[in-house]
């Protein structure tokens, strides 16, 4: 989490990088075992669905909080990939399938690559979104994480589970 961003951006930003850091959580301590009920890229999916409930692309300082968002994320030094280092992949995708403006992209212009095989599985996963997002928040909530999840990520885990299930 970027001080100088959650100082700029307020609850919105704290919230947001809350949630990619605990689902990311998740995600480490999965077994190969739960890889049939957790496919690759659900993370970055619920993250996805999270951002999409949450952020209004036609709002600018909505934009912003998640352009520099991702900023933050890609601009991390080379190596292993920090919790919630996601972020990026939700937002380009979602920008890549018209949910988030277009003027986004300029974020994702420093990619010598496109992340191919993670689009193809995302888009998998969006061809039945509610049930989705609902099994991989279960998944979340039933996690054994230590510290626990954030409050807000709970929550939220917890309104997928409900909404969507």
Known sequence: ???????AH??????LVAFAIDTDRVRERLDESDEELLPMGWEIFLLEHY??????????????????????????????SPL???LPFAVYNAVRRGKLPEELDIVFKQWRKKPDEMLVKLDALWEDPD??????????????????????????????VVHEG
Do not use: K
């Open 51 to 80: 951002i999409l409930m949450l952020f209004d692309g036609s709002r600018e300082d909505h934009r912003l909080l998640l352009e520099e968002a991702c900023l933050a994320v890609l601009d991390q030094p080379p190596g292993e």
């Open 10 to 15: 307020g609850v919105p930003y704290v919230h």
């Open 131 to 160: 049930t989705n997002a609902a099994d991989f928040a279960h998944a979340c909530l039933t996690a054994d994480l230590s510290p626990p999840p954030a409050p807000p990520t709970a929550e939220a885990w917890g309104l997928l």
């Open 1 to 7: 989490m970027d001080r100088t961003l959650a100082a």
């Open 84 to 86: 919630g280092g996601q």
